[in-house]
């Protein structure tokens, strides 16, 4: 450990570790968005990467290290130890462009990492902080990478024709030059396959689903936050032991009693069995928060004169305000994003939810980016959704998590 701690060595590890993951990096988007071959060199990020290290903890001088790095970069370009290595047929300026990116990716976000660090023995605080500052860097691409890449493949094939897959599915650049011909899969779902009426279904059944969610969980919820009665606890505890059942084993008794009752294939089941997954859930969240709204401003209430019900409707909702709005978003998420009941349920396409539509997508008759095409439309509107209302879920899910 001793050895690690030195400034020069926990420099230069760092420095290769992070050379690496940065060409790799620099080497999958460019290779997406080009569709030309791109991949990190070894040699080249193992100089670079240990030498740009040594170099913040002995110069310091960052703006001129960052010119001086990135020109060696696309010197080395031109040579074995190029820190990016191409196919053939990459042209001079996306080989610049990588190389380029590879420098200024890779030394400016070390220098962050290094701050702490200096020449000679390090304390226990600046290596833990070298280290931390990696990994934090390291998860970011990560996850960011799982995210982006599968919806960057999406969005790409639903805009290919059918001609570019057959010539090379790999290939997920955008051909500009089609203008609006790149929307035809879009076009035609709508045209031809009725997405639109899929997206009407799935979001009314969403939103009644919300409102009916909120009819039953607010006042269970205002129960085991304030009422006394025999069993509480037990309820309170046991609110979630419907999610230790897999839906999947509860599938065949659902279609059996939904068939013998006239429930299948019609939205009114969808809108009785949608609720029993998500009321549970917002039992849950609704009952924490109830407990940290201050209890004297609903005894005040009561003191002049309301009703417990006038108090939880002009009192303790609006007080509530944020966790209704965080708890009506995730229940519009579970139900917009349900899949397993809807496609046990529904048979006929005039009532398809977007989730039992996309997967009615995914046969061999219908083109690849067609499907790719219903992703997209499933996905977006509830991104934009959530990004839109994210502040309150925050805000909703931490308020009342500290009484007092």
Same mark, same amino acid.
């Given at each position: ?229 025999? +069993? ?7 609110? @979630?032991? $419907? #999610?230790? =059942?897999?839906? !999947?084993?509860? /599938? %065949? ?8 009752? +006239? ?7 969808? @809108?009785? $069995? #949608?609720? =029993?997954?998500? !009321?549970?859930? /917002? %039992? ?17 209430? @009561? ?102």
């Amino acid at each position: 450990m001793s050895v690690l701690r030195n400034g020069a060595v926990t420099a230069g590890v760092i420095g290769l570790l992070w050379a690496f993951v940065i060409a790799v990096t620099v080497a999958v988007t460019l290779s997406f968005a080009s569709g030309l071959g791109f991949r990190p060199g070894a040699l080249g990020c193992l100089i670079l990467g240990v030498g740009g290290g040594l170099a913040l903890i002995y110069l310091r001088a960052v703006p001129f290290l960052l010119a001086g790095f990135v020109a060696v970069s696309v010197v080395l370009m031109f040579t074995p130890l190029s820190p990016m290595q191409f196919t053939d047929g990459v042209p001079l300026g996306w080989q610049l462009l990588s190389v380029v990116a590879f420098g200024v990716f890779t030394l400016w976000p070390m220098r962050v990492m290094l701050v702490e660090a200096h020449p000679g023995d390090l304390t226990r605080h600046a290596f833990e902080d070298a280290v931390i500052r990696f990994l934090t860097g390291f998860g970011y691409i990560v996850f960011t990478a799982a995210v982006l890449i599968p919806f960057y493949v999406m969005v790409m094939t639903s805009l290919k024709s059918q001609q570019a897959l057959l010539k090379n599915p790999l290939d997920f650049s955008i051909d500009l030059s089609r203008g609006l011909d790149l929307f035809r899969s879009y076009f035609e779902l709508f045209g031809q396959f009725n997405f639109g009426s899929y997206l009407w279904t799935s979001f009314y059944v969403s939103v009644l689903t919300v409102l009916i969610t909120l009819a039953f969980s607010v006042p269970g919820a205002y129960a085991v936050a304030r009422l006394r009665f025999k +069993g509480r606890a037990a309820f309170s505890r046991s609110i @979630l032991l $419907i #999610y230790m =059942v897999p839906m !999947i084993v509860l /599938a %065949l008794p659902i279609y059996i009693a939904f068939s013998m009752t +006239g429930l299948r294939n019609t939205i009114p089941g969808l @809108l009785m $069995i #949608y609720p =029993v997954t998500t !009321i549970p859930v /917002a %039992l849950y969240m609704l009952q924490g928060y109830f407990r940290g709204l201050p209890g004297e401003v609903e005894e005040a209430g @009561l003191m002049d004169g309301l009703s417990r019900l006038q108090v939880i409707w002009k009192i303790t909702l609006p007080l509530s305000l944020p966790a209704m709005v965080s708890v009506s978003l995730y229940v519009f998420m579970i139900a917009w994003n349900e899949f397993l009941l809807a496609f046990m349920l529904l048979d006929d396409p005039s009532k398809f939810t977007l989730t039992r539509g996309v997967a009615m997508l995914n046969s061999s008759e219908i083109p690849r980016q067609h499907l790719m095409a219903g992703a997209v439309i499933a996905t977006v509107p509830i991104m934009a959704l959530f990004l839109g209302l994210e502040r309150f879920m925050t805000k909703g899910l931490t308020a009342g998590s500290v009484k007092g």
